[in-house]
């Protein structure tokens, strides 16, 4: 009997499970957490409580790997919403208000995490029968040519699980450097860049009216040699809004209800503040600096074991405020559904086609994360190279264009979504936008329509308004 053991029951974990499931008799499925049986937060996720956006090319890897369930609409029906990144969503981006066009472009789902990882981790185990065990992972079993299962710390004592693949999506808190060199693997390199971002979010009930008004997000500006500061309003299931106030070493949000209103407000623009100065809070404000961006070079260890394989944020974590993280670990998971189903779960050479292939999506989604990050004052782990700087001159022509071409704007929304790889940024029609820059004036304020300026300054309740 071939069996599969995942470490993690997070979105990338459940994720791997369906993967692998087609190929073996048996999935198990490891989480030290008591697992929830409705969405609800949970210890494991220190990012949960925080805005995450399931972009377009993480929504269409997991609906892929579940052929037949349905994960969108199962999300749709659960109270999630979906959003068109180019007409449905008010972006301030560093160079500007960008323009909000007739057609669609990629769609994002907006709702809690942990209404993410409860309808996936329900519809995987619907789907494939794998089983979910309430216990933690404290080892490989094997040796460096080849893991063979793992070690089990669980209520009822110590034991060993045997397996012919073993998926480590355990988070950023894994421990697979460690785990590697108890089997005499060595190599594992890794990389931390970490610009000091503290998120703060709290859930308010959303303002009668709300429906209607979009997502509304205020980016930080790396560029400006001061501490970034971003805030977002995202809708979620429940009729709330969830709003998250991210700041940079330096620029920290305040946790009293005060203070994070007065922060909202001073963001470059207002408009974040406006919105919620009036709402009614549900939670308290919540806190997390589990943020940087941090990497490991599974795809360059020389030596890599058969039967073992890192996915998710075991692999690689990015600063949350580029909402990236989920989507990638997706497009991991279907990188081993595709490498499974070619050869099964213990064909040579497996482990490694796997890593390799995870770590483009990661490469990708790393460049736009610590491209920015890189800029901040205070960052720790990196300075801006050369190359940072002819990338940052791209990018930065490129948002501008986008504040006034709608060719500039779709490439930028595919790449970010991760609805296509950074290549779609120098196609030719693209660098001839970039080059063109913004062909129609860029938004002078806020690009509201006269229905949603009504609804604004209907729930503003800020001094002089």
Request: with cysteine.
């Amino acid at each position: 009997m071939r069996r599969a053991v995942v470490i993690g029951a997070g979105l990338a974990g459940v994720l791997a499970a369906a993967a692998v499931a087609p190929g073996v008799d048996e999935v198990v499925v490891l989480d030290s957490d008591e697992l929830p049986d409705a969405p609800a937060h949970r210890r494991g996720l220190p990012q949960g409580r925080h805005a995450h956006l399931f972009m377009s090319g993480g929504v269409a890897a997991t609906d892929a790997l579940l052929p037949g369930v349905d994960v969108r609409r199962r999300l749709l029906d659960a109270g999630a919403h979906e959003i068109a990144a180019l007409r449905g969503m008010l972006v301030r981006s560093t160079e500007g208000w960008l323009p909000r066009w007739r057609h669609d472009g990629p769609r994002v789902l907006s709702c809690s995490r942990a209404l993410v990882d409860w309808v996936v981790r329900d519809a995987v185990v619907e789907a494939t029968g794998a089983e979910i065990r309430h216990g933690k992972a404290t080892g490989l079993l094997g040796d460096a040519g080849r893991v063979r299962g793992v070690r089990v710390s669980a209520a009822d004592g110590d034991s060993e699980l045997a397996a012919d693949l073993v998926v480590d999506a355990s988070g950023r808190g894994s421990r697979i450097t460690r785990w590697l060199e108890g089997l005499g693997v060595s190599g594992l390199q890794e990389r931390s860049v970490d610009s000091g971002l503290v998120n703060a979010t709290r859930v308010y009930r959303a303002p009668a009216g709300a429906d209607r008004f979009p997502l509304t997000v205020v980016h930080a500006d790396p560029y400006a040699g001061l501490p970034g500061r971003s805030g977002m309003v995202m809708p979620i299931e429940g009729e709330r809004w969830m709003v998250s106030l991210g700041g940079t070493r330096g620029g920290e949000p305040p946790t009293d209800p005060e203070g994070f209103l007065r922060y909202a407000l001073e963001l470059p623009d207002p408009i974040v503040g406006r919105l919620i100065s009036g709402a009614e809070p549900l939670t308290d404000i919540h806190l997390s600096r589990s943020t940087s961006n941090t990497r490991r070079y599974a795809e360059k260890v020389r030596e890599w074991p058969e039967g073992l394989v890192v996915l998710g944020d075991a692999l690689a974590t990015f600063n949350p405020a580029y909402g990236q993280g989920m989507s990638v670990a997706a497009l991991g998971a279907q990188v081993l559904a595709k490498e499974t189903g070619r050869g099964g779960v213990t064909s040579p050479g497996l482990a490694r086609r796997v890593q390799r292939g995870a770590a483009g999506p990661v490469n990708a989604a790393w460049a736009l994360a610590v491209g920015q990050d890189v800029w901040y004052p205070g960052v720790r782990g990196a300075r801006p190279r050369p190359a940072d700087r002819l990338v940052t001159a791209y990018s930065r022509r490129l948002t501008k264009a986008a504040t006034g071409s709608y060719r500039a704007g779709a490439a930028l929304w595919d790449v970010a979504s991760l609805s296509a790889g950074p290549e779609r940024v120098v196609r030719p029609r693209t660098l001839l936008s970039v080059l063109n820059g913004p062909l129609l004036p860029p938004p002078t304020g806020v690009p509201l329509t006269e229905s949603e300026r009504k609804f604004l300054n209907s729930v503003d309740r800020t001094e002089g308004d």
